[in-house]
């Protein structure tokens, strides 16, 4: 692409930025993995000042690769630096979860974060700003930015549960023997912890070039609703029990999934998963941060309506509603204390 042809930069805050999912994710937004081959960006990254020295090798790695999108980089461990004028924000920093830990031990630690990041988006992120949370646990500390930042729009929080999506499309996909690709329309419903419903009850899967409903190409309801939902639920625990570290790589591509489709649209019929500031869809509480299927249009997100529920569907999606609205309580009395 000629350089003529490339639009002006975005400025993108990455916050934690010297953590290891950002050393995944750098490189494949400075190549145009995710905003566009034509968008050329301005990287502002965020981390606390012990990382200072860390973070200025990460800026000798940008510029050594030599791309030609990256427009500037900004390493700073000031938020009004890090959020002034950002059109995108990727919050990752954040603590995160060991063996034997739940996502939620780590909720007072990191709620406080992102009370002081919500405050500094509100005051120095552009109005049309969009958000993304990965930071653990991410719906609730979505919850909390949102709350501290009550002049961006609600439409423009979501957190990060395609990592969930996509680890339940891969476990159909081996269990079929196809391509991951070939699984669509399925979703996770609710908090991205071990109470979280990954539901293919919609989804289908191209076997023999025909597409067929995942229950009927599955032919195990069983395995489908106890082990195929138990290892979704539990994936993360498992990548840390095995790598004495949190998933970092498929943490980064399921960031680059999410924003790319944000950015760019989801394809015709056909569905993600997000975590989205609830607008009561499906009889969830108004204004909790939950996992939805999905479809984006022009940079719209919206909420697919009009799927059945039947009594075990709604029966899981209780159980993770009623995590998330007790994560939320913890955390405003946590907030609301200092
Ligand atoms: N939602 C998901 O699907 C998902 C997937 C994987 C990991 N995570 C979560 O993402 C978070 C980051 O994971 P990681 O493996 O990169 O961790 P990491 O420990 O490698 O990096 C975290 C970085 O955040 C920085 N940090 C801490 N406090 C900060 C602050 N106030 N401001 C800016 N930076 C700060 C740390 O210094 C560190 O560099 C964790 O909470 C983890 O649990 C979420
Ligand atoms: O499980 C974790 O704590 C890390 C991350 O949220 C994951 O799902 O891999």
Redesign the pocket.
Known sequence: MSSSNIKDPIRIVITGAAGQIAYSLIHQICNGDVFGKDQSVILHLLDITPMMTMLQGLVMEIEDTSLPLVKGVVPTDSEETAFKDVDVALFVGAM??KEGME?KDLLSANVKIFKSQGTALEKFAKKSVKVLVVG?P?NTNCYILAHYAPSIPRESFTCLTR??HNRAKAQIATRLKVSPDTVKNIMIWGN?SSTQFPDVRSGTVTVNGKETPIYEAVKDDNWIKNEFVSIVQK???A??AARKL??AM??AKAICDHMRDWWQGTKDNEWVSMGVISDGSYDIEKGLVFSYPVQIKDNKISIVQGLKLDEWSREMIEKTQKELVEEKNDALKATSSD
Do not use: E, F, Q, T
């Open positions: 995160p979860r996502r653990n991410a990592l969930d991205h994936r993360g625990a990548v840390i949190s998933s498929s943490a």
